[in-house]
């Protein structure tokens, strides 16, 4: 089997902020074509009669003018067909997605490590509600009883503890050498000084310069630079912020336990 990367793509056709169709519907008129019946069309598009006429009214509207047209009695019976326009349009749209196939070619045969880039430009894609979003390398699973301790080595080094479940690693596919991202929501990440340590969590210290507050509405949020270039963010209320004695340039250290590391994967 080919494991290789594959670039690949969908034509959509649109009016305005209007989806006219895409493969399904256009395969849709080559079957009307085809086979002059909207039930026999439906049958080999995979879908309802209702879905299907549904599909042909929309295209029909939002293309200012009929693609399909139906007739009724006569003596060889009613029967459905495309209209000029419509014929047209397929033709159209398989000769722009055969010059799109040559184009998505080309990008893969002349991008530079393509298998190497893609992969990242999918990960800037992630979208979660946890502020914290780390990208690295497992390089440890231990197993405790009903959990694994996994940990996670972020590109400059630094390494993090995550705490899941067994059945959890599996069902992700975890094992060392694999690349894997944690998520960490900014109030469970202490960042404090010296002293101030004290009864924090011990699981995960990461030490590192504070690069950045933001205080607002008596919530600070404060960005502490790592020193291989990973930023974290924690949220506290001010009053912990100056009690804690936290300022841009101050060194100090980001703590969190092990289970509020949320570990995950790419599909």
């Not at 390089?139 to 400059?156: K, M, W």
Request: glycine share 12%.
């Amino acid at each position: 089997m080919d494991t290789s990367l594959q670039v690949s793509g969908s034509l959509w056709l649109h009016r305005g902020n209007s989806s006219l169709g895409g493969q399904a519907r256009i395969a849709l008129l080559e079957h009307i074509a085809t086979t002059g019946s909207i039930t026999a069309a439906a049958k080999a598009a995979g879908m309802s009669y209702k879905a299907a006429w549904d599909a042909v009214d929309a295209m029909n509207q939002l293309a200012g003018e009929p693609l399909v047209a139906r007739s009724t009695g006569g003596r060889g019976g009613g029967g459905t067909r495309l209209t000029a326009r419509g014929a047209k349009l397929v033709a159209a749209f398989r000769a722009v997605e055969a010059a799109q196939q040559q184009f998505l070619a080309r990008v893969a045969a002349d991008l530079e490590r393509f298998d190497e880039q893609w992969p990242i430009i999918a990960r800037l894609g992630l979208q979660t509600s946890a502020r914290n979003q780390l990208h690295g390398t497992i390089s440890g699973i231990r197993h405790c009883g009903v959990n694994d301790e996994v940990t996670l080595t972020l590109p400059g080094g630094e390494a993090i503890v995550a705490s899941l479940t067994h059945h959890s690693a599996q069902a992700l596919g975890l094992a060392t050498g694999g690349e894997a991202f944690a998520l960490i929501k900014a109030p469970w990440i202490e960042i404090a000084r010296g002293v101030d340590l004290a009864g924090l969590p011990t699981a995960n210290r990461l030490c590192g310069t504070v690069d950045a507050i933001e205080d607002d509405e008596g919530q600070a949020e404060v960005i502490l630079a790592l020193p291989g270039g990973t930023r974290l963010a924690a949220v506290m209320p001010h009053d912990t912020l100056a009690a804690r004695g936290l300022a841009p340039g101050v060194g100090a250290t980001a703590a969190f336990t092990a289970a509020s590391v949320i570990i995950g994967v790419m599909a």
